[in-house]
């Protein structure tokens, strides 16, 4: 019954964070594979691809009957998650809208590298959309959840066929991550912009701290 209860409270956790940030299910849920549940580093990766995928679906269709998100930026980004994006060497010759519409091809591009690892590409995707193209923390949210979807099935059939996935508790993880997911979409869909993007600051600086924390950790190990 104990070993039961351990997925059940992470794929929680990792639900909350997927919803209420439109991002960080993997940045959750990875960590927690590999140390409570001692999953190894690949398969860790490539699971959390496998328990995010559903929660994200849920969540991008409240977030999106909510705020009607906008298909052409939508579209925008996602073809930058699947096919790649160009280079910034060009914007200087382009219209400010046109490097607008490039600067989302390739953030999503970047996101999809990132996603594709399991690791969560809205650590990038929505701070780039807020801070630097003026998008809403909300809307940020919404077509980073959406994105994720296609760029998600693109990297899951991957591991899929490398057998990558650990499916040991796999439907605990998500059944319980999809009740996470449900509470921290609405949770968020009801709170101000700006409170949301304060929330999402922190959470950003709590990943920082513990990528420097692991490195840290990581450099003493070797030493020894």
Not at 15 to 28: C, D, H, P, Q, R
Not at 96 to 107: C, G, H, K, N, Q
Not at 195 to 221: D, M, P, Q, W
């Amino acid at each position: 019954m104990k070993n039961k209860i351990l997925p059940c409270i992470i794929g929680i956790i990792t639900g909350i964070a997927n919803g209420f940030l439109g991002s960080g299910g993997g940045t959750v849920v990875v960590p927690c594979l590999e140390k409570f549940m001692k999953t190894e580093p690949h398969k860790a990766h490539a699971t959390a691809i496998a328990i995010i995928l559903p929660l994200t679906v849920i969540s991008a269709f409240l977030y999106y009957y909510k705020l009607h998100v906008d298909l052409k930026t939508l579209g925008l980004v996602s073809i930058g998650g699947i096919a790649g994006g160009l280079t910034g060497a060009k914007l200087l010759n382009y219209s400010r809208s046109e490097i607008t519409i490039m600067a989302l091809i390739i953030t999503g591009f970047l996101s999809g590298i990132i996603g594709g690892m399991g690791i969560g590409g809205g650590t990038i995707l929505i701070p780039i959309m807020t801070i630097f193209l003026g998008f809403d923390q909300k809307t940020a949210q919404a077509v980073n959840l959406i994105y994720f979807i296609p760029t998600a099935i693109t990297a899951l059939t991957i591991h899929i066929k490398n057998k990558q996935i650990e499916k040991n508790n796999l439907w605990l993880l998500i059944v319980f991550g999809i009740i996470g997911t449900i509470i921290g979409t609405l949770c968020a869909l009801k709170l101000d912009d700006t409170i949301l993007r304060k929330c999402f600051s922190v959470f950003l600086l709590i990943v920082g701290a513990y990528e420097i924390y692991k490195g840290f950790k990581a450099k003493n190990t070797n030493k020894n």
